[in-house]
């Protein structure tokens, strides 16, 4: 299984942008990027995913390097219910089990 | 959509005893997945199903372990003889398809005293 590399922790401001950094160097061409988070004391939560191109959803941005090596999420404004553990693991499009590979993580705090 | 729910939330339990989770997932959703995660760690994968049918087990899950999910609705996931490095949270995701997206329950926390 490819392998993605994050930052252990960062720190942001409430209602400011982040980017949470995540590569990616082994990908394959079939690999799809997933991005979870996971809030203290619960399961984790769907953020976004993508493959080639940069998506946008309500809860956030994902923007995917050119070779597809890194890719990045933003939260456009930060509040402090996204303090979480944000969690960046390849899918390998090819595999039919659907199996969530999840390393340590980012450990996101916001400050009022 | 009332999302996935496990019961119990909390088990505390002797060594050696045995204990059963459960999760019930969205319904309609056909994959259902079990995971493991111990404290600063991020999950890992156990076993998962589509439908009725058990499709992979990680290595992760010992002969202690033993998972069900009958007429493809709930799950159980059973630990015979428990022991102190089962310590653990035991999250349960579903899906509709394989490459949707995972919901996950908010797990229940195993302690053994």
């Known amino acids: 299984d490819a392998k993605t590399t994050q930052p252990n922790s960062m720190e942001s401001n409430e209602e400011e942008p982040v980017h949470l950094p995540c590569n990616h160097s082994t990908i394959s061409g079939t690999d799809y990027i997933h991005w979870y988070r996971q809030l203290p004391s619960q399961g984790p939560e769907y953020v976004i995913h993508g493959l080639t191109s940069n998506v946008n959803n309500r809860m956030a941005s994902l923007a995917i390097a050119e070779d597809r090596k890194s890719s990045t999420l933003i939260l456009h404004r930060a509040t402090l219910r996204d303090a979480a553990v944000y969690y960046c693991?390849?899918?390998?499009?090819?595999?039919?089990?659907?199996?969530?590979?999840f390393g340590q993580g980012t450990t996101l705090q916001v400050k009022p | 959509d009332t999302g996935v729910s496990q019961d119990p939330r909390h088990k505390i339990t002797k060594r050696g005893q045995n204990v059963t989770f459960r999760c019930d997932p969205i319904?309609?959703?056909?994959?259902l997945y079990w995971y493991r995660q111990t404290l600063g760690q991020g999950p890992e994968f156990l076993t998962y199903?589509?439908?009725?049918?058990?499709?992979?087990k990680s290595r992760l899950l010992s002969d202690r372990f033993s998972a069900e999910r009958p007429k493809g609705s709930f799950s159980t996931l059973e630990i015979q003889r428990t022991e102190q490095g089962d310590s653990a949270m035991y999250l349960c995701?579903?899906?509709?398809?394989?490459?949707?997206?995972?919901?996950f329950g908010d797990g229940t926390r195993l302690s053994i005293l």
């Open positions: 199903f589509q439908n009725e049918a058990q499709l992979e």
């Open positions: 995701a579903s899906s509709l398809l394989s490459g949707q997206p995972q919901h």
């Open positions: 693991i390849l899918r390998q499009g090819s595999s039919n089990t659907g199996k969530l590979i």
């Open positions: 319904s309609e959703h056909n994959r």
